[in-house]
C-alpha cells in the first residue's frame, strides 16, 4: 500500500534560517503530492503541490520538488519567518486510492 | 477561508449525550471525508462519501454515525462517546473521491468528551 514518511519534529529554527523538512513516499503508481500546513486552531490547508515527476510546486516562498528516483518530495524555504510555524503535512493521492498522509512535522520559528 | 464551514467550532459533551457535528461546502465538489485528528497520532480518515453514497468506512466504533443528505453537506451523529473520543474532527472535500485532487479542509471541530 501507500504510505509518507516525514521526518520526526518539532523542527525549531531561527527566524530568516533555511527550512527543509523531508517527505519521502511509496505508491503503486503515479501519484499527486502534496504539502499541507495547519495553522494552530485550523483545519489543514494546502500549500503546494506537484502532479508528475520533476515539478516544482511553489507558494509563499515554499517549494518542492517531485523527485521520483529517490521518491521524495522535500519542503524547502530560504528564510522563515515568526508566522511559518505550524504542522506540515506531506500528502499523496492516487487515482482509486484514498489520499495517505504523513504524520506531521511541527515547526517552531523563534524570533 | 477554504470554502469548508464546520459547526461547531467546539463542542463539550459528557458520555451520554447526543450532539451532532455539521459540514458544508459550498465548491461543488463531490466528494466528502470526515477526519480524527489526535495529538500525537497520524490523521484518521473515519468516512468517505462520493455522491452522498458512503464509500469508505474505517472501522469506525458505531457510537459515530455519519449522515450525507446532499452532496454539500455532511454530518456526523455522535452518541454514548468515550472520553477517548476528544479529539478535532475534520471535514474535508474535494471535487472527485480516489482521484489526484487536493482536499480542502474546513476548521475542525474541537471536541471534548468529560
Known amino acids: 500500500g501507500n504510505s509518507v514518511t516525514q521526518m520526526e519534529g518539532p523542527v525549531t529554527l531561527s527566524e530568516e534560517a533555511f527550512l527543509t523538512i523531508n517527505c519521502t513516499y511509496t505508491a503503486t503508481g503515479y501519484p499527486s503530492l502534496f504539502w499541507y500546513v495547519q495553522y494552530p486552531g485550523e483545519g489543514l490547508q494546502l500549500l503546494l503541490k506537484a502532479t508528475k515527476a520533476d515539478d516544482k510546486g511553489s507558494n509563499k516562498g515554499f517549494e518542492a520538488t517531485y523527485r521520483k528516483e529517490t521518491t521524495s518530495f522535500h519542503l524547502e524555504k530560504g528564510s522563515v519567518q515568526v508566522s511559518d510555524s505550524a504542522v506540515y503535512f506531506c500528502?499523496?493521492?492516487?487515482?482509486?486510492?484514498?489520499?495517505?498522509f504523513g504524520t506531521g512535522t511541527k515547526l517552531q520559528v523563534i524570533p | 477561508e477554504t470554502g469548508v464551514t464546520q459547526t461547531p467550532r467546539h463542542l463539550v459533551m459528557g458520555m451520554t449525550n447526543k450532539k451532532s457535528l455539521k459540514c458544508e461546502q459550498h465548491l461543488g465538489h463531490n466528494a466528502m471525508y470526515w477526519y480524527k485528528q489526535s495529538a500525537k497520532k497520524p490523521l484518521e480518515l473515519m468516512f468517505v462519501y462520493s455522491l452522498e453514497e458512503r464509500v469508505e468506512n474505517n472501522s469506525v466504533p458505531s457510537r459515530f454515525s455519519p449522515e450525507c443528505p446532499n452532496s454539500s453537506h455532511l454530518f456526523l451523529h455522535l452518541h454514548t462517546l468515550q472520553p477517548e473520543d476528544s479529539a478535532l474532527y475534520l471535514c474535508?472535500?474535494?471535487?472527485?473521491?480516489?482521484?489526484?485532487?487536493?482536499?480542502?479542509f474546513g476548521p475542525g471541530t474541537r471536541l471534548t468528551v468529560l
Open positions: 500528502a499523496l493521492s492516487e487515482s482509486y486510492q484514498k489520499v495517505t
Open positions: 474535508a472535500s474535494s471535487p472527485l473521491a480516489y482521484s489526484y485532487n487536493e482536499q480542502f
